[in-house]
């Protein structure tokens, strides 16, 4: 076997956060690192999204680097003009020299005696002072355990495995799940069925909250304003950024705020719905925003199509051609898509993951969930940063202002280490844990917790582990800075 590889950091993960924090690093002279991915191109759930109608329900102006600017054709972006960028900014960069791709992790362990991570590959062993996780939260698919899925004898993959060399022409497709994917999924799928003469099954378990999304191509004028005006972009960017926060008090503070977009949402409802017994069976039951409030001027529209049925009774099997619903129906299908979601408070990453007292983060965190320091360290782990880490999320705004603001504190982070000399740095359990319970007694009290719905939010405890309960404004002060004192 060939001797480890040395060098300064290790980062997993090459998709916004892992590229952000590369750049960041090189920006900051921290050039000696290796970005470990596990796929063959940068991008992460980008990349693997390719689903039809893949697109970011974010404007784009704002789900964008703040340091790397671009002409978006339109307000929100499609999937692919999002990969794009991402390889745009990578190539731009000068880092992609030090990407190893088709290089997944197996193991991470933290050797006490060389203070240094040893970082394991099917390509070989990186050795790295810091270790800075940025494997993301969407990444591992989530797929229901239903009765004889594995005897369906069609076409079945998840949103995230789109399957490209299926033909859906004139196809019985069935979708389960009404969620984020779902929701630009079946409007695609069903336009695309009309003409062939294809139907379409939507399986809904719970019917979400889904506003009108008001998406347009920006005239030549606008785009030449936006690349030409000083400051315009800037202007607009921070505009959208406080427009998204507003959200941010319907859902942490006082849900009859949100009173105005909840009747947007039911407009929205009426204005694609005419059906009465349609329009009952796709209002939600629990609050709004208790689980991802999603947008779409499409969704209900197709809902309503003659070749879609919305079936919201719960499927209790899955046969060789058909699913089955627990009221005995059985539906024929050639082609299943689950729709399902992803492991999000059961972080696939933290099971290779191995700190100084020999446990995995999986272990640690075993008995009463995910917790970090400020979403980033974690007692236990020296010189260990995980980027979009425990209750970093949020689904009103940008991920891409919380990957910035988690980046700025590594930084940090790295020089304090580097003025002080120091070995390495792990949080103080009494820092995490206060953080924590301030964190949770805050969460009480959101729409996500009161709001009556069982959303991915929630982990096994019923502790929401994945959402940040203040403002992203709040979460980039308290991060700004490298507090020593809350470090050993
Ligand atoms: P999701 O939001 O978790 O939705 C999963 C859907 O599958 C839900 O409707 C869920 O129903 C249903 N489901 C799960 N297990 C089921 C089962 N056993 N039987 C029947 N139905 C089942 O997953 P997602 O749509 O892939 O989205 C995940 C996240 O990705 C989003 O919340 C968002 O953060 C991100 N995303 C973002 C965008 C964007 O535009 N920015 C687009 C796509 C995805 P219940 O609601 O009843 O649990």
Not at 407 to 433: H, I, N, S
Request: net charge neutral; hydrophobic share 40%; proline share 6%.
């Amino acid at each position: 076997m060939s001797s480890p590889h040395a060098v300064d950091h290790v980062i997993i993960g090459s998709g916004f956060a892992g590229l952000c924090a590369a750049i960041k690093l090189q920006e900051d002279g921290e050039t000696d690192f290796v970005v470990l991915e596990k796929a063959g191109e940068v991008g992460g759930t980008w990349r693997d999204n390719t689903y039809p109608g893949a697109a970011c329900d974010v404007p784009s102006q704002l789900y964008s680097y703040s340091f790397a600017e671009h002409d978006w054709p339109s307000s929100y972006s499609p999937q692919p003009d999002i990969q794009a960028y991402i390889q745009r900014v990578a190539a731009e960069s000068g880092t992609l020299d030090r990407f190893a791709f088709d290089t997944p992790v197996t193991d991470a362990v933290w050797d006490a005696s060389a203070q240094r991570w040893s970082v394991h590959t099917p390509a070989g062993v990186w050795t790295a002072r810091f270790l800075v996780v940025a494997a993301g939260a969407l990444e591992e698919p989530k797929v229901p355990d239903l009765p004889g899925l594995d005897t369906f004898q069609g076409h079945v993959f998840h949103s995230a495995r789109w399957d490209h060399d299926v033909d859906l022409a004139g196809k019985r497709i069935a979708v389960i799940g009404t969620g984020a994917s779902a929701i630009q999924i079946i409007p695609e799928l069903q336009k695309a069925l009309q003409p062939t003469g294809g139907h379409l099954d939507v399986y809904q378990r719970s019917a979400p909250w889904v506003i009108p999304r008001n998406d347009r191509a920006y005239s030549r004028l606008e785009r030449l304003a936006l690349r030409r005006v000083p400051g315009l972009r800037r202007l607009y960017r921070t505009g959208l950024y406080w427009s998204h926060e507003a959200y941010v008090p319907a859902f942490t503070l006082q849900p009859k705020i949100a009173a105005p977009a909840r009747a947007l949402a039911l407009r929205n409802i009426e204005k694609g719905i005419s059906d009465p017994v349609l329009r009952d069976k796709v209002t939600p039951r629990f609050a709004f925003g208790c689980k991802r409030v999603l947008r779409s001027n499409t969704y209900y529209p197709a809902l309503a199509a003659d070749n879609t049925e919305v079936i919201t009774e719960r499927i209790s099997k899955v046969t060789g051609n058909a699913v089955v619903t627990e009221d005995g129906t059985e539906r024929e299908v050639d082609v299943l898509v689950v729709a399902t979601g992803f492991h999000t408070t059961d972080l696939p990453i933290a099971e290779h993951i191995t700190g100084r007292s020999g446990r995995t983060l999986a272990d640690t965190w075993r008995s009463a969930g995910m917790a970090a320091y400020k979403g980033t360290t974690v007692p236990g782990f020296p010189n260990l940063f995980m980027l979009v880490g425990p209750n970093t999320g949020q689904g009103h705004t940008s991920m891409i202002f919380i990957i910035e603001s988690q980046v700025a504190y590594l930084r940090d982070a790295l020089r304090t280490v580097r003025r002080r000399g120091l070995d390495a740095v792990e949080p103080t359990q009494e820092a995490t844990d206060r953080w924590n319970r301030s964190l949770q007694r805050r969460m009480r009290h959101t729409v996500w917790t009161t709001g009556g719905c069982d959303s991915w939010y929630l982990d096994d405890h019923g502790r929401n582990t994945v959402l940040w309960p203040r403002t992203t404004a709040d979460f980039r002060r308290r991060l700004a800075s490298f507090d020593e004192e809350a470090y050993a």
